[in-house]
């Protein structure tokens, strides 16, 4: 079994609101990757799955919490400790136009952190480019052109090019298909895969689309109001999940074969919010299995099956 890349260790943060109310955005989480291995979060939109990744990355710094990169709490990095890590550590976000410079070239915006992190002279910067251009399928007709000029998947492929410009060895995708055409979507995730395979890369993919998810991950965490309620392989989740949550969500998952076809499930209520959440399991006021200690008392994760990990009173 290969080594462990990145613990998370209780990691939560809070906003706090004008009013004085609290967004418990993420509260409480803990996980493992290992080197090599793609992991994804699902869950729906405001459930805490971006938050976590930049969380990770310390793009947002955490109110509690530890975050290891190779046995090391990052969160006691200095700044220079940081610009160091950062080379190996790397994002690609979810929206490829709002995340590039409108005023900078293809050329200059995959340059752009080979120069802060002073990769070389302008030789060097220039064969690296061409370099990352042509591994993520951009032509080299495309150096000069602006992003207003190119549509969403050529405009990822720049996302990509950046993120891999340093050789990293984590990547945080933060839905990075979400933004695209069914068609570019099946063109980027191919050129996701490949690059992990070719480079062992180690991902975080989030994603709030389970088939996605499902053909490129390894493991699966399942993600409910800033907390982990299931973790499983991603063929074990797919084949036998538990938590009530993860089976609604499942449910709603297409199959082309009619045998395999889950039974719908509607969850009840609307969508909670993450402010202010009061004790029990945050899922109980839509869960239709609930038991009365679930108004009052937080599930724990319990391994129920090798390897597979439940947070519900169901199991315990």
Known sequence: MKEILIEVKNLKKHFRLSNQETVHAVDGVSFAIRKGEIIG?????GCGKTTTGRLILRLIEPDEGEILYEKENILSFSFREMMSLRRKMQIIFQDPFSSLDPRKSVENLIAQPLKIHNFGNKKKIKERTIFLMDKVGLTREMSTKYTHELD?????????????????VFIVCDEPVSALDVSIQAQILNLIEGLSKELELTYLFISHDLSVVRRLSHRIM?????????????????????HPYSKALLSAVPSLKLSKQRKRIILKG???TPINVGSGCRFFPRCDQALSICSHIDPLSKEIKPNHYVACHLYT
């Open 152 to 168: 969403g998947g050529r405009c990822q492929r720049i996302g990509i090019a950046r993120a891999l410009a340093l050789d990293p």
């Open 41 to 45: 979060l699902v869950g729906e939109s």
């Open 222 to 242: 399942v993600m409910y109001l800033g907390l982990i309620v299931e973790v499983a392989s991603s063929k074990e989740l797919f084949g036998n999940p538990f």
């Open 270 to 272: 609307d969508v909670p």
